[in-house]
């Protein structure tokens, strides 16, 4: 059973929502961080995997999913998601949390390790490292501006395929489906529109690419001390094969994991991965 909530933003301007499933007993509590334009339904089959076993929390970040938007577009950052969720977790009374970060919530999971790392236990980085080649930024910018006429699901699935059809090789025209009512949400006139504020996109948008990655080895390098599993699509080109193993090499306490057949992002539903998390947190556990 996963039960709603909704918490204040740090700000104390907006409304947030988060979910929360699982026994409040159980070893570990983990907080699932989404990327860039998603929401918290993209957990949704591993929070079904885990929840028996563990407490596990999930939040729409500002201006995604079931959260408000923010009217403010540059508060669309990761550090003040991060800052949302220590609010998070400070009102559910979370004292120490695991991270699992996709994308976007990646970079908040380094952010919030090297802010409060008494308060981490362990990371699981989705297709995310401390840099991220131009040419998939790119690629990624071109794709969330691309538009597109939507006015029913089946629109909306041929738009999350067009979209992400590089990532997802093997899915099939219900995947696709699927994938799209996680991404769109209906409005009063029964029409699919993405579940996200476009301003979000904003920064993607301003940043000058030939000056990007923002390089964050060096918030890396403080992360040492904290067991890190890193999850890598093998199809990914925005955590590239080379960055993944100076990850490895320069991380004493982390394990790599390659996903076969995905991009970015894997939907954390595939075998490798799963038995690769289950594997991780159970080391975790007291």
Not at 57 to 79: E, F, I, L, N
Not at 121 to 134: A, R, S, T
Not at 219 to 241: F, K
Request: proline share 7%; net charge negative.
């Amino acid at each position: 059973m996963r039960t709603p909530i909704v918490f204040p933003s740090a700000d104390g301007t907006l409304k947030l929502h988060a979910e929360v499933s699982g026994p409040e007993d159980a070893p570990l509590t983990i907080l699932c961080l989404h990327g860039l334009t998603r929401n918290c339904s993209d957990f949704g089959a591993l929070v079904s995997h885990l929840a028996p076993r563990y407490r596990v929390v999930t939040a729409d970040q500002r201006g995604r999913g079931k959260s408000q938007w923010d009217p403010v577009a540059a508060h669309y950052q990761p550090t003040v998601y991060a800052a949302d969720m220590f609010q998070l977790l400070d009102r559910l009374n979370i004292a120490r949390t695991v991270l699992i970060g996709t994308s976007m919530g990646g970079i908040m999971s380094i952010l919030m390790a090297t802010m409060q790392p008494q308060r981490i236990l362990g990371i699981v980085l989705n297709d995310i490292g401390p840099e991220v080649p131009n040419a998939g930024l790119q690629r990624l910018r071109d794709s969330l501006n691309a538009g597109a006429q939507i006015d029913t699901w089946q629109d909306a699935a041929r738009d999350a395929k067009r979209r992400n059809g590089l990532a997802f090789p093997d899915y099939t025209e219900r995947d696709w489906d699927a994938f799209a009512r996680r991404i769109f949400h209906e409005n009063a006139a029964g029409r699919p529109v993405a579940a996200y504020d476009k301003a979000i996109l904003n920064g993607l948008n301003e940043a000058d690419l030939s000056a990007v990655p923002a390089n964050l080895w060096s918030l890396w390098t403080q992360l040492g001390a904290i067991p890190t599993l890193a999850i890598r699509g093998e199809l990914s080109d925005i955590l590239s094969a080379p960055t993944f193993e100076k990850m490895a090499a320069s991380h004493p306490m982390l394990t790599a994991v390659t996903v076969p057949d995905r991009g970015h992002a894997p939907m954390l539903d595939e075998r490798a991965a799963v038995s690769a998390i289950d594997a991780f947190l159970e080391g975790l556990e007291p």
